[in-house]
């Protein structure tokens, strides 16, 4: 399983979040397994979207398609920075 971090700035979180709970079955058939979104503390406009993928190759071919580069300039995304992380390790305490 591989992870992509994003962050980014949005104009407006309910409705970043309308559009992107809207994306949901492109995300999954795209090779999305899951995800979580976290905030800023103190700054509602920055965005952290953490999530799982099939693979590397899935997510940047996802996250780099022109249909998706239409969805975040309509969700009211800013500059967002994309980290694709492979797992070392996990555990709970």
Do not use: C
Request: net charge neutral.
């Amino acid at each position: 399983m591989r992870h992509v971090l994003i962050i980014h700035e949005v104009t407006d979180y309910p409705h970043w979040k309308k559009v992107f709970d809207g994306a949901a079955g492109i995300r999954r058939e795209a090779g999305e397994r899951s995800y979580q979104v976290l905030g800023y503390e103190g700054d509602p406009r920055k965005i952290v979207h953490f999530s799982a993928w099939t693979s590397t190759e899935a997510a940047r071919a996802f996250f780099e398609s022109p249909a998706l580069v239409k969805i975040r300039r309509e969700a009211g995304v800013k500059a967002p920075e994309f980290i694709y992380l492979q797992e070392l390790e996990a555990g709970v305490l």
